[in-house]
């Protein structure tokens, strides 16, 4: 008898070994239980939603047909393995997704032995089966694995290098394509499109199966029976529907993808907050308004169309808009093409994802020093997203890229004013802003620039306190740096730019205070704190400095105020360590950077 009210059979699976026991008449009442489950759930809490809808049965029919966890079962992305996480024996914890020390949001090796493979980014499933099939191979072990990859995941260029490599090697490995039109937004590309996908699968050496409804539980069992025991690479071809079971999230998958919670009967979302504007929307509003008077602007996105903002301007300029689906590496240097031809291309993406696309950044865009502009919107602590989605680490690998101007801004005015400075820059640039609203400062429609590399004092020390103090911040941050210094009457630099720095303002500050104190919403390895260490030991400048920002560590999920606290980055965390660091032997010439010789 199942141990949840209203539930006859879902308290009495915790594990797949429990799913395995079922009588199969049952398997199709588990699977209205499941989803019944998910939404109930969901609707209270959030979290991503409508792709996991569409895998109820996909998931049933996996656990109940391979010997998971001996059989490694590889999801591409968490959205789509909520009904995964419940049949592995976290059903009870569903409550606790996306809290601080909560079930994690995608698929971590560390919460369970079902998570064969972590992931918070897409297209990396097929990779990793084939990783896991060579060492079945090596090690002589009788496993099969299993790759769950979405249509929108086959839009990347690493699906395609993992299948035509898998072909070649002529493993063991089984590919379902679980295809439901969508990325976050509707699907792009020519695969999507073509009548029959069987041929290409083919010719890649994969034995193709399908399309079959991923829903029928009567059909993907039987066809993953026939797969378990196939010799060489299998690839399932499965349709589905995203926010399959719940009307309002099949009517509009978009919009459900990710919630903050509804209405389980009605599908009603809450009412939006009347709060200031976020900074996606300061994007997108920029973005409109620059077309209008720039023909030459295009805007290009990895897939992120709602994400970025971007759905405004793909209505008003159709011909100037490109997603390149999930394809960050394509997505940069299809820009450097645009940029070379005299376009003035808008790269808009994620921070987290903008990693991907490294090599291009650096060697078709930087080295040519062509003017393209970067939008990486979720800089620093995201929040419920987790340790993949933070951008903890842009500044680092970004200021170290020749050419390329990094600009961080403080308030909405800024990151208006820099997305335009990036436009009219006649190189590389990037605006990184954060994920939410910023502190309500008031924001023209006019496309004013900054002069690059200038910084601006936001706070004067008012009295004649020694030791004198000066925090150099940089971004969202500067707003917490402003209630810190209130406590401490220090001075407040709004750095402004990570790339170039405002090398005269720091050397002024240097000569003028006691202690300098970096702050930024980046790893303190190689961030912007760093920069200002190289300009002080560049020129042989003595004075006590104290870098704050992110640890050397994956932060995890919370809310973005739960997480500054955790890391010492709120107004009291910032004042216990700079007083802290003022009783430390009287800022002694011995304790002070650099160390003369």
């Known amino acids: 008898m199942s141990d949840i009210p209203g539930y006859a059979l879902l308290g009495d699976v915790n594990t797949p070994q429990d799913l395995r026991s079922l009588p199969p ?81 995608f698929l971590m090796r560390a919460e369970s032995q079902y998570d064969a493979f972590g992931a918070g980014h897409s297209s990396t499933s097929i990779s990793a089966a084939l990783g896991m099939a060579v060492a079945a191979k090596l090690a002589g072990e009788n496993r099969r694995a299993i790759a769950v990859i979405g249509d929108g995941g086959l839009t990347a260029g690493m699906a395609y290098e993992a299948l035509n490599h898998a072909g070649q090697l002529g493993l063991d490995l089984t590919v379902v394509l679980n295809d ?20 290409f699968f083919e010719t890649l050496g994969f034995a193709y199966q399908g399309p079959i409804d991923g829903h029928s539980l009567s059909a993907l069992i039987p066809a993953l029976e026939k797969l378990k025991d196939a010799r060489g690479p299998q690839l399932l071809h499965v349709k589905t ?64 169309r709602e994400g970025s903002g971007l759905g405004e301007f793909a209505r008003r300029f159709p011909d100037r808009y490109l997603d390149a689906g999930i394809a960050e590496q394509h997505a940069v240097t299809l820009a450097a093409g645009l940029a070379c031809e005299g ?20 060697h078709d865009v930087a080295v040519q020093n062509l003017p393209v502009l970067f939008a990486l919107d979720r800089g620093g602590l995201v929040g419920p997203d987790g340790a993949t989605h933070h951008g903890a680490f842009d500044f680092s690998f970004l200021r170290c890229i020749p050419n390329l101007v990094v600009m961080a801004p403080s308030d909405e005015a800024d990151c208006r004013r820099m997305l335009a400075t990036g436009l009219a820059h006649s190189g590389p640039s990037a605006v990184r802003y954060p994920r939410g609203s910023g502190p309500g400062a008031q924001v023209s429609r006019d496309l004013e620039t900054l002069p690059i590399g200038k910084a601006r004092v936001v706070r004067e020390a008012r009295g004649h306190r020694k030791p004198r103090v000066a925090i150099l911040a940089f971004g969202a941050l500067v707003q917490t740096a402003l209630e810190a210094a209130e406590l401490l009457d220090a001075t407040v630099v709004d750095m402004r730019f990570v790339k170039p720095l405002d090398v005269a303002l ?61 890391c010492s980055l709120d107004c009291a965390g910032i004042q216990r360590a700079i007083q802290k660091r003022l009783r430390a032997k009287d800022l002694s010439e011995k304790e002070r950077f650099p160390v003369a010789s």
């Open 506 to 566: 720091i050397l002024d500050l240097a000569r003028e205070n006691d202690l300098l104190v970096t702050l930024e919403d980046n790893v303190i390895a190689g961030g912007a704190g760093s920069g200002v260490n190289e300009v002080l030991a560049s020129h042989q400048q003595h004075v006590a400095v104290m870098n704050l920002g992110l640890p050397d560590q994956f932060i995890e999920h919370g809310t973005r105020e739960e997480l500054l606290v955790q």
């Open 25 to 105: 008449e049952q398997l199709p009442a588990l699977a209205v239980e499941l989803r019944r489950y998910l939404i109930e759930t969901l609707g209270r809490i959030g979290g991503h939603f409508a792709a996991s809808l569409g895998t109820i049965e996909l998931a049933l029919a996996l656990h109940r047909v391979f010997d998971t966890p001996n059989d490694r079962l590889i999801w591409d992305v968490g959205h789509q393995a909520l009904p995964h996480k419940l049949l592995t024996g976290r059903r009870t914890r569903l409550e606790t997704l996306n809290r601080k020390g909560g079930l994690a949001p």
């Open 241 to 304: 529907v995203k926010g399959k079971g719940f009307a309002a999230a099949e009517r509009d998958s978009i919009k459900y993808h990710r919630v903050t919670g509804f209405d389980p009967v009605t599908g009603a979302l809450p009412a939006g907050k009347s709060a200031a504007p976020s900074y996606t929307q300061i994007f997108s509003d920029w973005l409109c308004d620059a077309a209008e008077k720039n023909p030459k602007l295009v805007a290009v996105t990895p897939a992120m």
């Open 343 to 362: 376009f003035h291309p808008v790269v808009a993406t994620y921070s987290t994802f903008f990693q991907r696309a490294y090599d291009q950044i650096i």
């Open 180 to 199: 439901n039109g969508m990325s976050i937004s509707p699907n792009v590309g020519a695969l999507n499109e073509r009548p029959s996908l069987a041929p």
